[in-house]
Structures are given as C-alpha cells and as structure tokens.
Nanobody, 128 residues
C-alpha cells in the first residue's frame, strides 16, 4: 500500500505561482511513477503531469507546458508540482497518484486507470 497526501492548494490570482506537494508513505516511493491529475467542476479528471520513478523523464499535458514543472525527491518521498503563470482554467481539485510501471510510457501515464494509489486531492482556485 502507498498512502498519498497532497498539500499546498489555495486561492490564487491569475499570474501567480503555487507549489503543490504530495507526501508518500508505505511502499518504497522510488519504485513508483507519479502523476498529477486535476478535475474541474463538471469535467472529467485528466492528466496534468507525470514523472518517472527516477525523475529522469516527465510528461506534461499541452495546456501546462512551459508553466508547470513536476519534480520528485526520493529521499523525502515527495512529489511536487510547481505551477506558475496560473490561469483561471487551472482551477480544479488536484490529485497525485502512484503507479508501478516497468517502463514510463506516455499512453500509460496519461490514463488514470494506470494508477493504483490516489491522494484525497487539494483544491486550487485561480481568480481572474
């Protein structure tokens, strides 16, 4: 089992920056690829970014490329999502998730069914 706890959400203004954290406990954190997903009201949950177990490979959905950065600290068992130039359309509940993957494949990391462990979510609200 892996337990995930997100933090760092809040109310921000457009153009601001915010960093989300996801602390993991349980099985060795470094064994898992990690993803950040988000779900806005009335919309399906979708991938934001994902990172391989080593941190050497990352994926970003097009709408956040150049604005968001995913990173991980395998000593602190934490994955981060640094968000900058926030837009109102970034408003959502953000979830981190863990997946045990033999290989970091895009078609796998963008699919929420790949992930076996989820945090409870943290709300990010961006006012324009």
């Amino acid at each position: 089992q892996v337990q995930l706890v997100e933090s760092g959400g809040g109310l921000e203004q457009a153009g601001d920056s915010l960093r989300l954290s996801c602390a993991a406990s349980g099985r060795p954190f470094s064994s898992y690829a990690m993803g950040w997903f988000r779900q806005a009201p009335g919309k399906e949950r979708g991938i934001v970014a994902a990172i391989s177990w080593s941190g050497s490979v990352a994926y970003y959905t097009d709408s956040v490329k150049g604005r968001f950065n995913i990173s991980r600290d395998n000593v602190r068992n934490t994955v981060y999502l640094q968000m900058s130039s926030l837009k109102s359309e970034d408003t959502a509940v953000y979830y981190c998730a863990a997946a045990y993957l033999a290989r970091f494949r895009v078609e796998m990391v963008v699919d929420d069914r790949t992930y076996g462990y989820w945090g409870q979510g943290t709300q990010v609200t961006v006012s324009s």
